[in-house]
């Protein structure tokens, strides 16, 4: 079936430091999704990438999706204190509707000051 | 001020009593949804709806049940029959369902 790896797991960083991770699938997409989940509250949407190679950026935070359509990255830029949470990736199970998506186990990312 | 809200934040119940979390949103959405989320995994679906008195099974029905009979309210009874059920359980809803999706604040449910 459908699955999202996400890498890394866990990222611990100093503030001020640049981030990257990634999600990769044996399966082509037409739609990447990124959302940031706080400790104890739901997910958020970040950024959302519709066409192959398309660069998007979001303040401090850049998307991509891969070329290859079977992946995607998010980096970001400067970190703060307040990033600090889990990262998701998803995308819909079916064509470019949102309605069922399949998130990513998740990046947790530390941000020490 | 519009949004989701998902009650209680924090849920106790003893082992073999069904339990029913509470979704509610006031933005005029027609598409609601049920996700589940267990550490180091992401969100599974469990179930969800495109219209009013109108749901579908997600990826992790079993041992869930749901009802939408007004388009604001999208309850989740978790039965006796859900042989994990302790999890972070998160609703969201979208203007139809091909829009984004906008989550609760989630409800974590524990079993004793």
């Known amino acids: 079936g459908q699955q999202l790896n996400q890498s890394p797991q866990s990222m611990f960083i100093q503030e001020g430091e640049d981030v990257s991770m990634n999600c990769t699938s044996s399966?082509?997409?037409?739609?990447w999704l990124w959302y940031k989940q706080d400790p104890g509250e739901g997910p958020v949407l970040l950024i959302a990438l519709y066409k192959a190679g398309e660069l998007t950026s979001n303040g401090r935070l850049t998307a991509q999706f891969g070329i290859t359509r079977k992946d995607s990255f998010l980096n970001i830029s400067a970190s703060i204190p307040s990033d600090v949470g889990i990262y998701f990736c998803a995308t819909p199970k079916s064509g470019t509707s949102y309605g069922k998506l399949t998130f990513g186990q998740g990046t947790i990312l530390t941000v020490h000051p | 001020d519009g949004g989701i809200t998902q009650s209680p934040k924090y849920l106790f119940r003893k082992e073999g009593q069904n339990v029913t979390l509470s979704c509610e949103q006031n933005?005029?959405?027609?598409?609601m949804y049920w996700y589940r989320q267990d550490p180091g995994q992401g969100l599974r679906l469990i179930y969800y709806?495109?219209?009013?008195?109108?749901?579908q099974k997600g990826d992790i029905a079993e041992g869930y049940s749901v009802s939408r009979e007004k388009k604001e309210s999208f309850p989740l009874t978790v039965t006796s029959a859900q042989k994990n059920p302790t999890a972070f359980y998160l609703c969201a809803c979208g203007t139809d369902f091909n829009q984004p999706q906008h989550f609760g604040d989630g409800t974590r449910l524990s079993i004793l």
């Open positions: 933005l005029n959405h027609d598409a």
């Open positions: 399966s082509i997409f037409n739609t």
């Open positions: 709806s495109q219209i009013v008195n109108d749901f």
